[in-house]
């Protein structure tokens, strides 16, 4: 089927379709490698129009090692690997040199395409360590200067398959930064888009556009299209 071709239409007339869709869908993720992945995250030509202005600050594979490594308090690449996380690649957009820096800046939008070693690791994932991670760090340090102050499950919705999203606070002497995150299961992937904002902002609408994008590049891919 076409990748465009409603994989959000949730009318109940086309349940069955749905269903055997999903299943032709996650059966086609188990052809996908790590390589497959650079070609999944947002370029510039597909980032919302929001994003436009921004440049690339950091793009790059996402090995177990590197996300132990930057994750919480002991995050380990065995604990990852024994989670069923294979790989995964990240781009991340961020303001230029000559914008303003204020109250509300989106001082970064990102897309990551994980690979999963099955669709039932990915789902473990949302829950065991994406959320659980987070709920569970509230009033710790996160980096050198910063403390996690608040975790708030947001309310998802249109996405093909299982989602989750959480907004976060963090705080430190310069101030309260906000970031809003969506995870997302398509077979054996996990989509998550990411915006960080200056001050406790809401920006749930604009990081679902940008995963319901990050959804539609990951669907071509599986089906070919890169």
Do not use: C
């Not at 069955?16 to 370029?43: C, N, P, W």
């Not at 897309?111 to 509230?138: R, Y």
């Amino acid at each position: 089927f076409q990748a465009e071709d409603g994989i959000r239409d949730r009318s109940p007339s086309r349940g069955l379709g749905d269903v055997y869709k999903r299943q032709a869908l996650h059966r086609a993720t188990f052809r996908i490698t790590d390589s497959d992945l650079e070609f999944m995250v947002l370029d510039k030509n597909t980032m919302p129009e929001h994003f436009q202005e921004y440049q690339v600050v950091r793009e790059g594979v996402l090995d177990n090692n590197m996300m132990a490594e930057h994750g919480f308090d002991g995050s380990t690449p065995e604990r990852f690997e024994g989670a069923g996380r294979i790989s995964g690649f990240m781009r991340e957009f961020g303001p230029t040199a000559n914008m303003q820096v204020f109250e509300g800046l989106d001082f970064v939008g990102a897309t990551v395409a994980h690979l999963f070693e099955t669709p039932e690791a990915v789902s473990g994932w949302i829950n065991d360590v994406f959320i659980k991670d987070f709920e569970d760090n509230v009033g710790n340090s996160v980096g050198e200067t910063q403390q996690l102050i608040s975790v708030q499950k947001l309310e998802t919705s249109g996405f093909y398959d299982e989602s989750a999203a959480l907004k976060i606070l963090q705080g430190g002497a310069a101030g309260i930064m906000s970031s809003t995150v969506i995870d997302f299961r398509v077979g054996r992937l996990l989509g998550v888009a990411f915006i960080g904002s200056i001050g406790d902002q809401d920006r749930l609408e604009m990081a679902s556009e940008l995963a319901y994008s990050l959804e539609k590049q990951i669907v071509q891919v599986v089906l070919g299209g890169h």
